[in-house]
């Protein structure tokens, strides 16, 4: 039986959510290495006279299951012109289309999407499919005499199964037509997966002598452009004579997916067709925890002898996950409680830990909190807060202790004491001035 139409609704607002994911977010991809094949083909194909109308097919070898595809190939607009896409007879089935889009107009097309560019996006509902096979199909139509390369860019080629990528290899650009014979570009990279690439700490040697000349001419210089996947403000660029390029990545946007593009010169002057991989660079660790917020209650008047409840907020700031912390608590620059936590605190989350302080034998006074915490780099890592404590007097609350209100009282009332003792003799050498003028 079929499914009901609410979970095709929910399954396809599902699978565009997921493709739409991977095309905006590129940095989830994972590094692209060899598995299946993503390939246009056949190749090569023409040239045909102008207005010629015909076809080539993006198509799939030895891929791991998947149900879904957001695929570009781009033609050069002078010479070709798509004019439409057509998933009939694909692998997969019966599919949904999200993106079906050709110089930049059409359903589901993106700001990636340009002149003499074809792109399909589908999902099917069914079990993932892996092995060999059709993807879709492209029609064009020659619009001038000449050469034309088909190609996928780099990050354009998202295979998918239930929204996560699936690792493949893209073929080297289709032809039509009768290109010049020019140099062939090629590379590779170390450290290359399975090992990692981690920002700011390992040198990354790319190598460009697989690179070749058919026509037996030398390769003079080697053009390497790094940019971010689907685009970014991140644009390193060189130019070697020499093979390799060894380059670190410590700028601040050099993380994530990153496309690599080669391309060569000979001696003859001709250039080659770019050539792009993609790699990925870890973000380097930043353990840093804060104390963020220190909370007392109650925290202001408080009565000596009262319970104070002590909350400090431990926030991990840094981009790794924390297996545990150490967190100390002064009162006014005195140890107070310590903390030993084997909790993990994942990347921008937080853990409370809360303490009882009995105010007993407390002179009424401010006093200063402080948390600390480890591990951190971060200068302003500690947390502060400020309790009072006071005595009740008469329903108000005066800031000393018992006995020195007491003495206050006495003195109060001996300096009373005295002004009337002063006042008295005043009175009585008065009157006895007035007995003897009398």
């Not at 660079?281 to 840093?288: D, G, M, S």
């Not at 002004?419 to 050498?429: A, D, Y």
Request: hydrophobic share 40%; net charge neutral.
């Amino acid at each position: 039986m079929g499914r009901p139409r609410s979970s095709r609704l929910c399954l396809l607002s599902l699978s565009l959510i997921s493709l739409t994911v991977l095309l905006v977010f590129p940095s989830s991809i994972g590094p692209v290495h060899a598995a299946g094949n993503l390939f246009v083909g056949p190749t090569p194909q023409g040239p045909f006279s102008v207005g010629t109308i015909f076809t080539y097919q993006v198509n799939v070898t030895a891929m791991d299951p998947f149900d879904s595809w957001d695929v570009v190939v781009q033609a050069d607009s002078n010479v070709l012109d798509p004019l439409s896409i057509s998933v009939a007879g694909n692998m997969l089935g019966s599919v949904t289309p999200v993106a079906n889009c050709v110089n930049g107009g059409g359903s589901g097309c993106t700001i990636k999407d340009n002149q003499g560019g074809a792109h399909s996006a589908a999902s099917s509902f069914s079990t993932p499919i892996g092995g060999s096979g059709l993807l879709f199909t492209i029609t064009y139509k020659v619009v001038k005499d000449g050469f034309s390369y088909l190609s996928i860019p780099a990050g354009l080629d998202i295979i998918a199964d239930s929204g996560q990528p699936v690792a493949h290899s893209d073929s080297r650009p289709a032809v039509y037509g009768n290109p010049p014979i020019v140099p062939i570009a090629d590379f590779t990279f170390s450290p290359a997966p399975p090992a990692n690439i981690t920002q700011g700490i390992d040198n990354v040697t790319f190598d460009g002598s697989p690179s070749s000349d058919p026509t037996g001419g030398r390769i003079t210089s080697y053009d390497w452009v790094i940019r971010p996947v689907g685009g970014g403000n991140l644009a390193i660029t060189n130019t070697t004579s020499q093979p390799t390029w060894v380059h670190r990545f410590s700028g601040f946007f050099e993380v994530g997916d990153l496309v690599v593009t080669l391309t060569v010169h000979d001696d003859g002057g001709l250039s080659s067709q770019p050539f792009p991989k993609v790699i990925t660079v870890l973000e380097k660790p930043n353990p840093n925890l804060i104390v963020s917020t220190i909370r007392a209650s109650p925290q202001d008047n408080i009565p000596s002898g009262t319970q104070v409840s002590i909350t400090a907020t431990v926030f991990n700031k840094g981009n790794i996950l924390e297996h545990g912390f150490n967190l100390t608590i002064l009162l006014d620059g005195r140890v107070f409680q310590t903390v030993n936590s084997t909790q993990d605190i994942g990347r921008g989350r937080a853990v409370d830990s809360t303490f009882i302080l009995n105010t007993t034998g407390l002179k009424p006074n401010t006093y200063a909190i402080v948390g600390k915490i480890q591990p951190s780099h971060d200068p302003n890592s500690s947390g502060f807060l400020t309790i009072r404590i006071v005595d009740p007097y008469l329903g108000a609350t005066i800031p000393f202790t018992v006995p020195e209100f007491l003495g206050l009282v006495i003195a109060t009332l001996a300096a009373i004491g005295v002004v009337r003792l002063l006042v008295n003799r005043s009175r009585l050498r008065r009157r006895l001035l007035e007995q003897e003028l009398s």
